[in-house]
């Protein structure tokens, strides 16, 4: 898409693309996979703090404090990610609706959820995650993008260590999953 500027000058997407060695279908693949999971880390993001500001019950404090950790865990995601497809020459999301379109991850407009409830639902959305970032470092090994896959890996290990915690914080007093 152009865009004429007041000056005169025509800027496409060629304009914002920044040189890379990867190749022009690897960094096609590679953002429209970071764009997707991009996705998901603001919609991920955005049901964690909501879950967070709606918490109540004896546990109040302690899921609380959790949920605020993990929603920032969850944000400081977002920027790197962004700018990994930009540093290989691709784009971006641009907008809340673009994020709409694109996300995998529900959202959870109910009106009252059960504090066990938000916390089984961000454990499988955690899960969720992982498996889409696993997929993503695919896209990356296949192009040889060591950079990208480097980052997923360690947000792998941050989104598996959510999961056991909320795995943990969702387990009845014998144990079991309620």
């Known amino acids: 898409m152009s865009k004429t500027t ?3 000058k025509t ?25 997707g999971l991009l996705a998901d880390a603001f919609a ?10 709606h918490m109540s019950g004896r546990h109040f404090r302690d899921y609380h404090l959790l949920l605020d950790e993990h929603a920032t865990q969850i944000f400081a995601m977002t920027d790197p990610i962004a700018e990994r497809a930009r540093k290989i020459g691709g784009t971006t999301l ?15 407009d109910a009106d009252y959820v059960e504090p066990q409830d938000m ?32 980052l997923l890996e360690t947000w ?13 914080a969702t387990r009845d007093t014998f144990g079991h999953n309620e």
């Not at 800027?11 to 970071?34: F, M, N, V």
Request: glycine share 4%.
């Open 94 to 108: 641009r907008s809340i609706g673009q994020i709409s379109k694109q996300q995998r991850i529900l959202d959870n």
């Open 119 to 150: 916390l089984a639902e961000l454990r499988d959305d955690n899960k969720q995650l992982t498996s889409s970032l696993r997929q993503v470092h695919n896209v990356c090994d296949e192009y040889g993008d060591v950079a990208t896959a480097s």
């Open 6 to 8: 007041s000056a005169g």
């Open 11 to 35: 800027h496409t997407r060629e304009y914002l693309g920044t040189p890379t060695d990867l190749t022009a279908e690897a960094t096609k693949d590679i953002s429209a996979a970071l764009s």
């Open 44 to 53: 991920l993001y955005m049901k964690t703090k909501n879950f967070h500001w």
């Open 156 to 168: 792998i290990d941050e989104t598996e260590r959510r999961t056991w915690f909320l795995f943990e």
